[in-house]
């Protein structure tokens, strides 16, 4: 069975740093995609970013682009957020999930909820002001 498991939310502030980790069981963590999403109170799930299964590719979201790093460590089969310069308009509930790797293309990024099969909990990220 998949299971992901996200850790390393908190309460924060404003301008501080957080790592996010997602420990993954049950997959063959390097044919998948791996992305990251966060989901504010009242408001659609968002794409954060996301990296191929090379380790090396990556995508982000405008917003966080200079703030936010994806990283990947195949032999743990555990993917990471390192968040930077946190903002309150940061807080969320962050949420990895799996992507099916197509054709064994690393240019598959996908930034679509729909296109994630596995998910994650979540694990909350409180920035105060």
């Known amino acids: 069975q998949e299971q992901l498991l996200e850790s390393g939310g908190g309460l924060v502030q404003t301008g501080d740093s957080l790592r996010l980790s997602c420990a993954t069981s049950g997959l063959i963590f390097d044919s998948y995609v791996m992305g990251w999403f966060r989901q504010a109170p009242g408001k659609e799930r968002e794409f954060v970013g996301c990296i191929a299964a090379n380790g090396i590719t990556t995508d982000y979201a405008d917003s966080v682009k200079d703030r936010f790093t994806v990283s990947r460590d195949n032999a743990k089969n555990t993917a990471y957020l390192q968040v930077n310069k946190l903002k309150p308009e940061d807080t969320a509930v962050y949420y990895c999930?799996?992507?099916?790797?197509?054709?064994?293309?690393?240019?598959?990024?996908?930034?679509?909820?729909?296109?994630?099969?596995?998910w994650g909990q979540g694990t909350q990220v409180t920035v105060s002001s």
């Open positions: 999930a799996a992507a099916s790797r197509k054709l064994r293309s690393n240019d598959y990024l996908p930034e679509k909820v729909r296109q994630y099969i596995y």
